[in-house]
């Protein structure tokens, strides 16, 4: 092995180190930052050993590739609102997907039509698996931006018999890819594998609703990585071997931690139109109900007055982008000798994580972020919770009504706390279209505006006292 080949694999390894150490300090939110920054750094590692490759005799089409890719990639990460990071991650999905799949479907047709030599057995296998969950991928990803930015409904779409339709593409599909295998020389197989492999990622993210997006998008960043995995065997790339496992794994260890959180199996998430119309009817029939409406004035002098404070934030608080205001609120509670804590739900949100993030874009302390086992004991003891924008999430319906789609999630027992002061613009139910009982109960305040505005006007008047 020559020098510069020790070097790429050395390169390589190192590249490997962090991408572990990266995915380690994912794992708490004080060492997310520095989580993301080796594994930054890893990829830089990687790209350059992978560039000084003898294999590449001309650069023009890779710098080209990259100027391009900047120029797409900056403007996103730079000028993004950190309300659209769900969308901007399943439309990254996406571009990777992409990336592996133009690799394969380039790998076979090098050695089909140029070489004249097809690939062996072995090298088919990772080439179909990698066009095979890369082409669903794509599409799936573009389903799913589609549906958080708005350009597809929400809703699940169903129709009849649709889980058996998508199951028969699946396998009809698997059982091309099987074929490819045996005899690689079909050409017309592989392409027609891909095409359903495309029409499978529409068809498999249609049905399921923004309740389950989170899942969703979780699931096919795992699909990304283990085609990344597949495309590293067939070009002989050890680091994305590495980097495509570990992206595999992890997606799909966090995709069943989501489904786990909401005490629902992959099969409900996948095949059960979770939000669907009939839900959302049933919640609008509550919404006759009284509820107790106040100012900003009466929601301050609660909290002014208080000893705890629980901050609950949801989607709500995204959209408003009101994580700054809600720290400065809690810094003046804190100012006034009153303890304060963040409940995260890990579903709260569009995306994992979506609420850490807002709240560290906001500089809020992390040890004063909470996860729900940590934190439902503490609302019986807690005389305020401050609901912002988070609504299925805090429904005791969860608990038991067995009748309700979300029965059985685990929920915050914001409803446990003294009063509740939920920010909230209307009525309308959340991503799961049920009605949350927590807006009817005696203890509960609604604070109906702009999140930011009434976070803004509820400091006003609490520095005022």
Same mark, same amino acid.
């Given at each position: 092995?020559?020098?510069?080949?020790?070097?790429?694999?050395?390169?390589?390894?190192?590249?490997?180190?962090?991408?572990?150490?990266?995915?380690?300090?994912?794992?708490?939110?004080?060492?997310?930052?520095?989580?993301?920054?080796?594994?930054?750094?890893?990829?830089?590692?990687?790209?350059?050993?992978?560039?000084?490759?003898?294999?590449?005799?001309?650069?023009?089409?890779?710098?080209?590739?990259?100027?391009?890719?900047?120029?797409?990639?900056?403007?996103?990460?730079?000028?993004?609102?950190?309300? /659209?990071?769900?969308?901007?991650?399943?439309?990254?999905?996406?571009?990777?997907?992409?990336?592996?799949?133009?690799?394969?479907?380039?790998?076979?047709?090098?050695?089909?039509?140029?070489?004249?030599?097809?690939?062996?057995?072995?090298?088919?296998?990772?080439?179909?698996?990698?066009?095979?969950?890369?082409?669903?991928?794509?599409?799936?990803?573009?389903?799913?931006?589609?549906?958080?930015?708005?350009?597809?409904?929400?809703?699940?779409?169903?129709?009849?018999?649709?889980?058996?339709?998508?199951?028969?593409?699946?396998?009809?599909?698997?059982?091309?890819?099987?074929?490819?295998?045996?005899?690689?020389?079909?050409?017309?197989?592989?392409?027609?594998?891909?095409?359903?492999?495309?029409?499978?990622?529409?068809?498999?993210?249609?049905?399921?609703?923004?309740?389950?997006?989170?899942?969703?998008?979780?699931?096919?960043?795992?699909?990304?990585?283990?085609?990344?995995?597949?495309?590293?065997?067939?070009?002989?790339?050890?680091?994305?071997?590495?980097?495509?496992?570990?992206?595999?794994?992890?997606?799909?260890?966090?995709?069943?931690?989501?489904?786990?959180?909401?005490?629902?199996?992959?099969?409900?998430?996948?095949?059960?139109?979770?939000?669907?119309?009939?839900? /959302?009817?049933?919640?609008?029939?509550?919404?006759?109900?009284?509820?107790?409406?106040?100012?900003?004035?009466?929601?301050?002098?609660?909290? /002014?007055?208080?000893?705890?404070?629980?901050?609950?934030?949801?989607?709500?608080?995204?959209?408003?982008?009101?994580?700054?205001?809600?720290?400065?609120?809690?810094?003046?509670?804190?100012?006034?000798?009153?303890?304060?804590?963040?409940?995260?739900?890990?579903?709260?949100?569009?995306?994992?994580?979506?609420?850490?993030?807002?709240?560290?874009?906001?500089?809020?302390?992390?040890?004063?972020?909470?996860?729900?086992?940590?934190?439902?004991?503490?609302?019986?003891?807690?005389?305020?919770?401050?609901?912002?924008?988070?609504?299925?999430?805090?429904?005791?319906?969860?608990?038991?009504?067995?009748?309700?789609?979300?029965?059985?999630?685990?929920?915050?027992?914001?409803?446990?706390?003294?009063?509740?002061?939920?920010?909230?613009?209307?009525?309308?139910?959340?991503?799961?279209?049920?009605?949350?009982?927590?807006?009817?109960?005696?203890?509960?305040?609604?604070?109906?505006?702009?999140?930011?505005?009434?976070?803004?006007?509820?400091?006003?008047?609490?520095?005022?006292?």
């Amino acid at each position: 092995m020559s020098t510069r080949e020790l070097l790429i694999q050395a390169a390589y390894i190192v590249a490997a180190a962090l991408f572990v150490l990266g995915l380690r300090g994912l794992t708490a939110p004080h060492t997310a930052r520095r989580g993301m920054g080796f594994a930054a750094l890893g990829m830089l590692v990687a790209v350059i050993g992978t560039l000084v490759q003898q294999q590449i005799v001309e650069y023009q089409w890779i710098v080209i590739g990259l100027v391009i890719g900047s120029l797409i990639g900056a403007p996103m990460a730079i000028f993004m609102p950190m309300t /659209a990071v769900p969308q901007r991650t399943a439309i990254s999905h996406a571009f990777g997907a992409l990336a592996v799949t133009l690799v394969g479907v380039s790998e076979y047709y090098r050695h089909t039509t140029q070489l004249g030599e097809p690939l062996d057995n072995v090298h088919m296998a990772a080439v179909g698996f990698e066009v095979l969950f890369g082409s669903l991928t794509i599409t799936g990803s573009l389903m799913a931006f589609g549906k958080l930015q708005g350009f597809v409904p929400g809703r699940p779409m169903t129709y009849k018999f649709q889980n058996y339709f998508n199951i028969g593409i699946f396998l009809a599909a698997a059982a091309l890819f099987v074929y490819l295998i045996a005899d690689p020389s079909a050409s017309l197989v592989f392409y027609v594998m891909l095409g359903l492999g495309v029409l499978f990622g529409i068809l498999f993210v249609m049905p399921i609703g923004g309740a389950d997006m989170p899942v969703v998008i979780s699931l096919l960043n795992s699909y990304a990585g283990l085609a990344a995995a597949a495309t590293g065997f067939a070009i002989g790339n050890n680091v994305l071997i590495v980097a495509g496992a570990l992206d595999g794994a992890s997606g799909f260890i966090l995709s069943m931690l989501m489904s786990k959180a909401m005490n629902r199996s992959f099969n409900n998430v996948l095949f059960g139109a979770f939000g669907g119309e009939k839900a /959302a009817v049933a919640g609008g029939e509550k919404e006759k109900r009284p509820v107790k409406s106040v100012q900003a004035d009466e929601a301050a002098t609660v909290l /002014a007055y208080s000893r705890s404070v629980i901050f609950v934030p949801g989607y709500g608080l995204a959209v408003a982008q009101a994580q700054h205001n809600v720290r400065e609120l809690a810094d003046l509670l804190k100012a006034k000798g009153i303890t304060v804590k963040y409940a995260i739900h890990p579903v709260a949100g569009r995306m994992p994580g979506h609420m850490n993030v807002l709240l560290a874009e906001a500089n809020v302390p992390y040890d004063e972020l909470y996860d729900l086992d940590q934190v439902n004991p503490e609302f019986e003891r807690t005389d305020v919770a401050v609901v912002v924008g988070a609504n299925d999430v805090t429904n005791p319906a969860a608990r038991h009504d067995s009748k309700s789609p979300i029965f059985g999630m685990p929920i915050l027992n914001v409803d446990k706390a003294g009063t509740v002061i939920f920010l909230k613009r209307s009525m309308a139910t959340g991503f799961a279209g049920v009605d949350n009982e927590l807006f009817y109960m005696d203890k509960t305040m609604m604070l109906f505006g702009d999140a930011k505005k009434s976070v803004q006007s509820l400091a006003s008047e609490v520095k005022a006292l």
